[in-house]
C-alpha cells in the first residue's frame, strides 16, 4: 500500500503558487494601481501559505523524526530560517512598493522574488527525496497520520482554501481524484461542497465536471 506523503502534493501547489507569481511580477507595470493591486492579491495569499507550510514543518512533520534521528532534519530547519528571512525582506519591499510605487524598486522586487525561488526548489526538492524517505524508514503510519491531524487542524480556513485553489490544478487527474474521494468519504458534506466550489473556480470545466461526478457516486456516509 502506497504510504502518505506529507510534502509532495503541497509542494506542486508551492512550485505553481511561485512560478505564477514571479512571472506575474517581471510583468506588472507599477505605475498602474490596479495592476499593483492584481499582482497583491496573487501573492499575499501565498505568502501566508509559505508561511503557513514551514510552521507546520517545523511543529510537527520534522519533530516526528526527532526520537530517531534528530540530526537529519537540522539541514533542513536551517534553511527554514534562511527562508523566513528572505520572506520577509520580500513582504516588507512589496508592501512599501503598494505604498509608493516604484518601476525601479518593482524590478527589484521581482528579482529577488525570483531568487527567492532558486532557493527554495532545490529545499523542496531535498524534502521530498531525503526527508519523507526518512521518515517512512524511521516512522509508522499512525506517527505520519498523527502529523497530519496536529497540522490540518491548525489550518485556517483561508489558508485551506489558498491551498486547494494551488493543489487542485497542479495534481494529475488520479491524484486528484484519490484526494477528493477521501475528502468524501470523511469530510462533513459541506467542506465537500466547498472544495467542489473551488474546483469549479480553478479547474477546466470537464476536470471540475469530473469530480462532481466522483463525489455524486461516493456511498452515502
Do not use: N
Not at 501547489?13 to 495592476?35: K, S
Not at 539541514?75 to 528572505?86: K, N, R, Y
Not at 531525503?130 to 506517527?143: G, K, N, S, Y
Not at 484526494?179 to 472544495?195: C, F, I, K, S, Y
Amino acid at each position: 500500500m502506497e504510504r502518505d506523503d506529507l510534502f509532495t502534493h503541497i509542494h506542486k501547489a508551492l512550485r505553481r503558487g511561485l512560478f505564477e507569481v514571479t512571472m506575474q511580477a517581471g510583468a506588472t507595470d507599477w505605475t498602474d494601481a490596479a495592476d499593483v493591486e492584481q499582482l497583491a492579491a496573487r501573492w499575499r495569499p501565498l505568502l501566508a501559505l509559505l508561511q503557513s507550510h514551514t510552521e507546520h514543518e517545523e511543529r510537527h512533520i520534522l519533530r516526528i523524526l526527532d526520537p530517531y534521528e534528530h540530526q537529519a532534519t537540522e539541514a533542513i530547519a536551517e534553511q527554514h530560517v534562511d527562508q523566513e528571512e528572505l520572506l520577509q525582506h520580500l513582504a516588507e519591499g512589496f508592501d512599501a512598493l503598494v505604498v509608493r510605487p516604484d518601476p525601479a524598486a518593482g524590478l527589484g522586487f521581482y528579482r529577488d522574488l525570483a531568487r527567492f525561488v532558486a532557493a527554495y526548489l532545490p529545499h523542496l526538492h531535498e524534502e521530498e527525496t531525503v526527508v519523507m524517505p526518512r521518515i517512512w524508514a524511521r516512522c509508522t503510519d499512525e506517527e505520519i497520520a498523527a502529523a497530519r491531524a496536529a497540522f490540518m487542524a491548525e489550518m485556517t480556513p483561508q489558508i485551506q482554501a489558498i491551498s486547494l485553489e494551488l493543489m487542485l490544478p497542479s495534481l494529475d487527474r488520479p491524484t486528484r481524484a484519490g484526494l477528493v474521494r477521501r475528502m468524501a468519504d470523511t469530510a462533513p458534506p459541506e467542506v465537500v461542497e466547498g472544495v467542489l466550489a473551488i474546483g469549479d473556480r480553478v479547474l477546466g470545466a470537464d476536470d471540475a465536471a469530473a469530480l462532481h461526478a466522483l463525489v455524486s457516486a461516493a456511498p452515502a456516509g
